[in-house]
């Protein structure tokens, strides 16, 4: 047992250090476990923290991308109609906007078909389209119209999306929707619009085409194919680009052309002028309107079948042509012999005749002046029927104007014993521009009809009076009649043709009923109208308004005093202060004598009396007796004026006439200087008689006559004279021929005056332009006769030829163009009727342009733009044309032909070369 218990403790002990040993090791291997476990652990948490951050992370990212999608979800809603559904077509989401627009709840829509949309119009192709795209796994897209609960139409541009999972199969559609109801329905309407137009144009009579400049014709009308025989817009557009291929060459036509721009340009220009185009022989009056089309310029061109109008308007020119020829010749022979009965007369009167024979010499005159004013009322008649009179504005002085004519009808009036009274107001400018010609007329025809229809010891009262407002200015002018009267039933037909108040007015008064028809005619003419105000058995009182321009006077009634002092003796006070109201309008200082003061006995002093014993006095001082008897006999330097109480602007005439007192013996002196040799080309035996007796007044004339054209070119080539005067018709050869041999093919220089009995409106502009320098009628004038042949003296003759002289020698080519673009201006006057200020402004506008003109065509030549060289050469053409630079027009026009045909063999630098020094002139022209 103890052995045993010895083995046991020693067995246990043993197992003691054994266990401790293990224990020990346990323990050891616990301690490094437990040190890796720790370190594990530290790896496992700064995993977790790495893990925890990674998450965190991802979820901020998850959070973004959450709050992006939602964004794009809310702008998708907010812009678009969205909906979704199962493979089946059943809703299973739709947004606000598909609420809105559809009419239905969201409860209502929610698991319902998509189709419950659907508008029964929308064509089933669509849908099938639609299912077979999407099932393929494709996006659809299309226009689908869609019909709300209300059962109205809608419109919407749909997108339709297959959603698929990862497996790539699909989950549902989503839908989504642009509203195009507003664009579908504005479309609609233009399309109706577009319908209504063409049928409103393929309605029309005239052929419609609207093109441009880049694809030529894009549209036309019915009538277009109907009329030019295309069977479809395809056919013609094969063959032309431009409408303007189809014009057939005609003079005054518009001209065949392969570009658009190029045919419209003259239309464009001269917009009010009709144009005219022949196609298939048939005439179209063209219009062209610029009208926007989808911020394009685009042309729309009318073409109106006018030919049967045009085939009339010929005939009626033929007629119109006819007739004035008619009257030319009728005028022609009948003034031919009054031309002899009026000039012998005349010269008869001025012979020794008893009582008796004057008496019956007065009455031929008079019957004669009645003859020659029926044919100038039916000439003037006609003219004005036929439209072929036109305005002509002129600056004219009102105070000196209108004198001439006033006065010709006083002493009709005094012989009847009428109060002639003319007052002409003195507020009225010292320059106006009116037609003073056709208002002179109208004067005439009504003071003629106002001596006519008052009786004896009647008034006539004549005022041209200014009116002023802040709009316009304007002359009335006013004749009134204390005569018998127009009744009120006849004031309306006064003014036709032929008319009078009534037959018997004709069988007692005399004329031809045309005076106030051409007198409210050429009022009309002129802007106005002439109005009438009568009570029958009282007078009447006819009036017009003229409105005028204001214009610079060549001298003022003050510049011209500028060298005298006017002195106004103390007369009656009501007179005094009638004399200081004209004096101080015309802004003429004056000063207020009492008594005489030797003083101011000079030649520069102009005294204003009514006191002829005061007005002796003086001896060297000018006097201006406004007295009724003439008390001047004694005194060449003292100028009566005996109508001043009847006329108180005469004053004004007067006081401009003073440096002229002794103009009859100036004119008796100048007459007798007069140095001539003249050639008269006369037909008619009895009118050279006359003309005969006429130069042999003159002592210092020589003439000779030639009986028809030929012979005056004859001897006018062989023969120098100072003046040639020209019959027009003539047998053999006529004064119009004649002139234009002598002057375009003999260059003569010789003054040709024509002296005719062509009266017609036309014929003063036809002979100046055919090289004439002057104008006379038949019957001859005799006053307008002698101012000629004063005019064309041979000291004023010498003069002329001295200075052109001097210019030939000493004058450059700018100079002697300088004369031609002078005579130009002045032809331009005439031919346009404008004043002459606004021709200067028109020829200053194209001087200033010149210079840019001559740039882009040099610039064009060399880049061979015919394009530009045509536009600037027609330009320039078109300005040359309104002021008559002929040697311009004719080379702009030879340079915009060539242009306009493309024509590269023409020398365009070298006529530019030619062009500069006619163009340098202008420029430099003062």
């Given at each position: 047992m103890p052995e045993n218990f010895s083995e046991f403790i020693e067995d246990v002990s043993s197992s003691y250090d054994d266990f401790y040993e293990e224990k020990k090791f346990l323990e050891h291997t616990i301690d490094i476990n437990s040190q890796d476990i720790e370190k594990a652990n530290i790896k496992i948490k700064e995993q977790n923290i790495h893990l925890q951050k990674l998450l965190e992370e991802t979820s901020d990212e998850n959070e973004e991308m959450i709050y992006m999608l939602k964004q794009y979800k809310e702008a998708i809603d907010t812009s678009l109609i969205v909906s979704t559904t199962d493979t089946h077509g059943i809703i299973r989401y739709v947004n606000d906007n598909f609420v809105q627009i559809s009419g239905y709840s969201q409860e209502e829509l929610i698991g319902r078909p998509h189709n419950i949309v659907r508008h029964p119009d929308t064509p089933e192709l669509i849908f099938e389209d639609m299912w077979k795209t999407i099932l393929d796994k494709k996006v659809w897209q299309g226009i689908i119209q869609n019909k709300k609960k209300n059962g109205s139409t809608y419109y919407v541009n749909a997108v339709v999306v297959p959603l698929l999972n990862r497996n790539g199969d699909i989950v549902e559609f989503m839908a989504l929707r642009e509203d195009i109801t507003a664009a579908i329905e504005y479309q609609n309407k233009l399309e109706s619009q577009k319908q209504r137009v063409s049928v409103i144009l393929d309605n029309q009579e005239s052929i419609i085409v609207l093109f441009d400049e880049k694809d030529g014709v894009i549209e036309v009308n019915r009538k277009f194919y109907e009329v030019f025989g295309f069977n479809s817009f395809a056919e013609f557009k094969e063959k032309h680009k431009c409408i303007c291929e189809l014009f057939e060459e005609r003079e005054n036509f518009l001209k065949s052309s392969t570009d658009e721009k190029l045919w419209v340009i003259p239309i464009l220009e001269e917009s009010q002028k009709v144009h005219l185009a022949m196609i298939n022989k048939r005439v179209y009056s063209v219009k062209v309107a610029i009208i926007d089309i989808e911020n394009k310029k685009t042309y729309l061109a009318t073409f109106t079948d006018i030919t049967e109008i045009e085939e009339a308007r010929i005939k009626s020119q033929e007629a119109e042509r006819e007739k004035a020829n008619f009257l030319a010749n009728m005028s022609h022979e009948i003034r031919t012999p009054m031309n002899s009965i009026l000039g012998f007369s005349e010269l008869l009167s001025k012979t020794q005749l008893d009582p008796k024979q004057s008496k019956y010499t007065k009455l031929i005159k008079s019957s004669t002046a009645t003859l020659i004013q029926i044919i100038n009322d039916?000439?003037?008649f006609s003219k004005l029927e036929s439209g072929q009179s036109e305005i002509e504005i002129s600056n004219v002085n009102p105070f000196m104007e209108f004198e001439d004519t006033l006065m010709l009808l006083a002493e009709k009036a005094r012989e009847k014993n009428l109060s002639y009274i003319i007052d002409i107001d003195s507020a009225l400018p010292e320059c106006i521009g009116i037609d003073s010609f056709h208002i002179k007329q109208i004067l005439i025809n009504l003071i003629g009809n106002a001596i006519k229809f008052t009786h004896e010891h009647g008034t006539i009262y004549i005022k041209i009076e200014s009116i002023v407002t802040k709009d316009e200015k304007k002359v009335r002018f006013i004749v009134q009649d204390s005569g018998i009267g127009i009744p009120k039933d006849r004031q309306d037909k006064i003014f036709e043709p032929f008319s009078q108040a009534d037959s018997s007015t004709t069988r007692k008064f005399g004329g031809t009923g045309l005076g106030l028809s051409i007198s409210s005619s050429l009022s009309k003419l002129m802007g106005s109208r002439l109005q009438l105000e009568s009570e029958e058995g009282k007078g009447s009182k006819f009036y017009f308004d003229i409105s005028y321009i204001d214009c610079a006077a060549?001298?003022?009634?003050?510049?011209?005093?500028?060298?005298?002092?006017?002195?106004?003796?103390?007369?009656?006070?009501?007179?005094l202060k009638y004399l200081s109201t004209q004096l101080n309008s015309y802004k003429v200082d004056y000063i207020v004598i009492d008594d005489f003061d030797k003083k101011l006995d000079i030649p520069n002093s102009?005294?204003?009396?009514?006191?002829?014993?005061?007005?002796?006095?003086?001896?060297?001082?000018?006097?201006?007796?406004?007295?009724?008897?003439?008390?001047?006999v004694e005194n060449s330097r003292c100028q009566h004026?005996?109508?001043?109480?009847?006329?108180?602007?005469?004053?004004?005439?007067?006081?401009?006439?003073?440096?002229?007192?002794?103009?009859?013996?100036?004119?008796s002196k100048d007459y007798n200087n007069i140095n001539l040799k003249i050639l008269i080309a006369e037909d008619y035996e009895i009118n050279r008689i006359l003309v005969s007796e006429l130069l042999g007044q003159f002592e210092n004339i020589e003439y000779a006559f030639a009986l028809n054209g030929q012979e005056a070119v004859d001897m006018a080539i062989k023969n120098k004279y100072d003046l040639i005067l020209m019959d027009i018709n003539m047998p053999i050869m006529n004064g119009m021929d004649a002139t234009r041999i002598l002057v375009n093919e003999f260059n003569i220089q010789t003054p040709i005056v024509a002296l005719t009995a062509n009266a017609l409106e036309g014929d003063k502009e036809k002979f100046l332009s055919a090289g004439m320098a002057d104008y006379l009628t038949k019957p001859i004038d005799i006053k307008a006769f002698e101012t000629i042949l004063l005019k064309y003296s041979n000291k004023i003759s010498k003069e002329t030829k001295v200075a052109l002289k001097i210019e030939s020698k000493e004058g450059t080519k700018e100079n002697n163009e300088m004369l031609d673009i002078g005579l130009s201006l002045k032809m331009a006057e005439k031919k346009m009727g404008l004043a002459q200020n606004i021709i200067e402004k028109l020829f200053k506008s194209y001087a200033s342009s010149l210079e840019k003109i001559v740039t882009n065509l040099e610039n064009a030549i060399d880049k061979k733009d015919f394009g530009v060289i045509l536009i600037n050469a027609h330009n320039l053409k078109s300005g040359a044309a309104s002021l008559c630079f002929e040697k311009v027009i004719t080379i702009a026009q030879e340079i915009e032909s060539n242009a306009k045909n493309k024509n590269e063999d023409f020398d365009f630098l070298q006529r530019l070369e030619n062009l500069k020094p006619y163009l340098e002139t202008i420029r430099e022209y003062k």
């Open positions: 039916i000439l003037d060549n001298s003022t009634l003050k510049e011209h005093l500028n060298d005298f002092k006017v002195y106004v003796y103390n007369m009656n006070e009501t007179l102009v005294i204003i009396s009514k006191d002829e014993k005061f007005s002796k006095k003086f001896k060297k001082a000018r006097i201006l007796l406004l007295t009724k008897a003439d008390k001047c004026i005996e109508i001043f109480d009847d006329f108180p602007s005469i004053l004004y005439n007067e006081l401009m006439r003073l440096k002229l007192i002794d103009t009859d013996v100036q004119k």
